[in-house]
C-alpha cells in the first residue's frame, strides 16, 4: 500500500502544501493555547464563583445559628418593630439623667418628672451585647460583600430579609452611636457596610409581604 501511494505521489509538488503548514503551524500552535488558556480560565472561574457561593451559605448559616439566643432575647425584650427613641437611647446611653429631686412612688425612688428606666443595668448590659453580636455579624458579612469573598446574590437569597429588617429595627440606635456626644464613645462609621448593603437590597428581591407584615406588628 505504501508502494502504491508512492507511486502516485512520486510525480506530485507537494512543496506548496508544506510551506503552508509550516508557514501556519506556529498560529495553529497559538490557537491551541490560547483556547486551552481560556478553558482553564474557565474552568477556574467557576470554580472559584462555587467556592465563594459555599463560603457565602456558610457564614450565612454560621451568623444565623449563633446568634438564635441574642435575637429572641431581643424580641423579648424589644418586639418586633423599630426601635423607639426611648429604647435607642436606653441602648445608646444609658440612664443618664441626673436626679432632680428623688420621689417615692410605690416604694422605689425615682426622679421627678422623669418615667422609670426601661432596663434594668443588667437587662440594658445583655441587650447591648445580644445587639452588638447580631449587628457586628451582618456587618461582617457586608464588608465580604464588598471585599468580594461573598456573593452577595446569594446572601440576598439567603437572608435579604432578615438582614434588611435587622437593619431597619437598629436604625435609630446605630444613629446614637454615630452621633454619641461623647466623642471617646463616638462611633461615625458604626455598621457603614451594613447600611449600605440594606439600601441596596431591593424589595423585589425580598419577601416583601413579610417584611411589611413585621413592620405592622403592634
Not at 448590659?125 to 457586608?142: F, I
Amino acid at each position: 500500500m505504501a508502494a502504491i501511494i508512492a507511486l502516485l505521489l512520486r510525480d506530485v509538488d507537494l512543496s506548496p502544501h508544506v510551506a503552508f503548514a509550516r508557514e501556519h503551524a506556529a498560529l495553529a500552535g497559538a490557537v491551541i493555547a490560547l483556547a486551552s488558556l481560556v478553558t482553564v480560565t474557565f474552568a477556574t472561574w467557576m470554580n472559584w464563583r462555587a467556592t465563594r457561593r459555599q463560603a457565602t451559605l456558610e457564614a450565612w448559616t454560621k451568623w444565623s445559628d449563633d446568634t438564635v439566643a441574642e435575637r429572641k432575647l431581643i424580641s423579648k425584650m424589644l418586639g418586633p418593630r423599630e426601635l423607639t427613641s426611648a429604647q435607642a437611647q436606653a441602648l445608646a446611653h444609658g440612664s443618664s439623667e441626673l436626679p432632680t429631686r428623688p420621689i417615692r412612688i410605690l416604694g422605689v425612688i425615682v426622679r421627678r418628672g422623669t418615667a422609670p428606666p426601661l432596663f434594668t443595668d443588667t437587662e440594658r448590659a445583655n441587650l447591648v451585647h445580644a445587639a452588638v453580636a447580631v449587628l457586628n455579624g451582618l456587618e461582617r458579612l457586608a464588608v465580604g460583600v464588598e471585599l468580594g469573598v461573598y456573593r452577595r446574590a446569594v446572601l440576598v437569597d439567603a437572608g435579604g430579609t432578615i438582614i434588611k429588617r435587622t437593619f431597619e429595627r437598629f436604625e435609630p440606635y446605630i444613629v446614637l452611636r454615630r452621633t454619641h456626644p461623647e466623642p471617646q464613645r463616638r462611633q461615625e462609621k458604626a455598621y457603614v457596610a451594613l447600611e449600605k448593603l440594606a439600601m441596596q437590597i431591593r424589595y423585589k428581591e425580598v419577601d416583601a409581604e413579610r417584611l411589611e407584615s413585621l413592620r405592622r406588628q403592634p
